[in-house]
């Protein structure tokens, strides 16, 4: 009896520091994934931060794309204005630098790297909110095709469909550009025309643009230029009011990290 007595206790006290021993193992593994999911947190906020500063440098520069648009609908609205008046391309000493500045683009970039790299890291999966990360993904193949579409836009009917023409009869070298295009550039950096003093010059551009097959190409080519811009600009405030409800949502979930 004593020994069963002896081995009923020991029995129990192996139990128990079997217990406990499983017990310390639960709490170190708990313990482990907390640090682990705070670490993931932590990265979270890293890149909330970072996407958050990537979107507002993108509604900066999509500002910058919708101005310059408006220049380009602007000036083309008011060629075509002058056209009608003037039954052609006559009185154009205010005109041809607005013309002038049909022969520019500006180029579209995609200024949210930390999405790309999160993408392409498959570090997406850390944003906790599902709906902001379906949102971001949206967003990055969005983004992507409209950077592809008005790049190749920009090389294929801008380039090489209408500039020329613009530079070849628009009386670049005589007027150069308007001065609201002149400061646009100057806002990013040092620009200015070189302008030829000839007014034989000015004499032969007027009658070179008025013969009949060259009135109808430019005239045509202004109002094409006129579209594209329309058509631009709409894709860039499309993506610009996306990129405010992305940014709106990002703000909200930093918020929430702080509590």
């Known amino acids: ?15 128990g520091e079997i217990i406990l021993v499983v017990i310390g193992i639960l709490i170190a593994l708990q313990i482990n994934n907390w640090n682990e999911n705070q670490k993931l947190r932590n990265q979270e906020i890293i890149y909330l931060n970072n996407l958050r500063d990537d979107l507002n440098t993108q509604i900066n520069m999509l500002d910058v794309y919708i101005d310059y648009e408006n220049i380009i609908i602007d000036h083309s609205n008011d060629i075509i204005e002058h056209y009608e008046l003037n039954k052609g391309f006559n009185n154009m000493d205010s005109i ?7 022969s520019t683009r500006w180029t579209f970039s995609n200024a949210n790297t930390t999405l790309s790299q999160m993408l392409n890291s498959n570090q997406i999966n850390i944003i906790q909110n599902i709906k902001l990360k379906e949102e971001l993904i949206a967003f990055n193949q969005q983004i992507e095709l409209f950077t592809k579409n008005t790049n190749i836009n920009n090389t294929n009917l801008i380039d ?10 628009g009386g670049f070298a005589s007027y150069g550009n308007s001065d609201k295009m002149v400061q646009k550039f100057n806002d990013f950096y040092p620009f200015q025309n070189k ?16 013969e009949p097959i060259n009135k109808l190409e430019l005239i045509n080519k202004v109002a094409y230029r006129n579209t594209l811009s329309t058509l631009q600009k709409s894709g860039n405030e499309s993506l610009r009011l996306k990129s405010e409800q992305i940014l709106n949502m990002i703000k909200k979930e930093i918020e929430l990290h702080k509590k």
Do not use: G, R
């Not at 302008?195 to 008025?210: G, M, S």
């Open 1 to 15: 009896m004593l020994t069963e007595n002896k081995f009923s206790k020991y029995l129990i006290y192996a139990i």
């Open 96 to 102: 041809f630098p607005k013309l002038n500045d049909l």
């Open 195 to 210: 302008i030829i003093n000839d007014n034989e010059l000015k004499n032969i551009i007027i009658q070179v643009i008025n």
């Open 160 to 169: 090489n469909l209408t500039t020329q023409t613009f530079i070849d009869i």
